[in-house]
């Protein structure tokens, strides 16, 4: 009864598999981190992730994103996450950090 109540509330029980997969995995890009953190949905995994950037203070500038995207598979996920952070690093360049904000969405 008390697994209906967590899992209607949210409140699931985590494992390390949850755990490993909420740290998510990272790729080094173009002095950036990209990081891969679908969110599962279902059956389905949404395409999640953010960009990392440590300034010279020692600092970590991110920029997070979230797209419409669904994937079956959660390896297929993480793919797309890493494509669509290099497209985004690629196509604003050094204005992606301008503002010096210390997160954003983008």
Known sequence: MASFFSK???R???TENEAQSASGKTEAYAECTIRATPMREGSQ???A???EKTVSEGGVLVRSFIRADLFTSEQDA???TFRKGRQIID???PSLFAD???SRQV
């Open 91 to 93: 196509q604003t360049g």
């Open 8 to 10: 209607l509330f949210g």
């Open 12 to 14: 699931s029980g985590s």
């Open 49 to 51: 992730g953010s960009i």
């Open 100 to 102: 010096d904000a210390p």
């Open 78 to 80: 993480i793919d797309a």
């Open 45 to 47: 995994f949404r395409l």
